[in-house]
């Protein structure tokens, strides 16, 4: 039995920066490295995180000035992160909760990556129900094609199929569906 593990999926070497950056500092590093997020350092502890939406919510929407603004001010902190090790699915469900579209993953008590939606599509489409929110309701839609766990035969399956908050196999969710 086996799952995807968070680790396997992230991106690698996210980018720190200090927090007295200004907003424009942040945003020309963002777009000449083209990644959507930077990692917030103080004392070089990481406390944060601002994304391409921080800016264009609290600065750009604001009419304030990025060359003004600096990164510690936006900032999304404290800082939710997910354990490496992790089950993709978990991370998924934890970031639709949160409703945050990235994740910053530990491993060995250090920020050794970022997990974003783009990175589960990338890998299980399925799992993007989740962090969009789609299945928000336990009894609302269908979803057929994810790989992991069936919540009710603990059996792995390349085709599970989630309904009422849970996932199943074909075959458990053909006996559910007979019941």
């Given at each position: 039995m086996t799952f995807i593990r968070v680790s396997e999926v992230m991106s690698r070497n996210p980018i720190k920066v200090e927090s007295s950056l200004t907003a424009e500092e942040g945003a020309k590093l963002m777009a000449h490295k083209g990644i959507s997020s930077l990692l917030i350092e103080e004392q070089g502890r990481i406390v944060g995180i601002v994304t391409e939406r921080d800016i264009v919510t609290k600065i750009a929407a604001n009419g304030l000035s990025s060359s003004e603004i600096k990164l510690k001010e936006i900032m999304s902190s404290?800082?939710?992160?997910?354990?490496?090790?992790?089950?993709?699915?978990?991370?998924?469900?934890?970031?639709?909760?949160?409703?945050?579209?990235?994740?910053?993953?530990?491993?060995?008590?250090?920020?050794?990556?970022?997990?974003?939606?783009?990175?589960?599509?990338?890998?299980?489409?399925?799992?993007i129900e989740i962090t969009r929110g789609i299945l928000e309701k336990e009894d609302q839609g269908i979803v057929k094609g994810v790989h992991g766990v069936c919540d009710s035969c603990n059996e792995f399956s390349e085709n599970l199929v989630y309904k009422a908050g849970n996932y199943y196999c074909e075959r458990c969710y053909s006996e559910k569906a007979q019941m």
């Open positions: 404290p800082l939710i992160h997910v354990e490496g090790d992790s089950p993709l699915e978990t991370a998924a469900e934890m970031m639709w909760k949160r409703k945050i579209r990235r994740l910053p993953v530990v491993i060995n008590n250090e920020i050794s990556g970022i997990l974003t939606e783009n990175d589960i599509v990338r890998i299980s489409p399925g799992l």
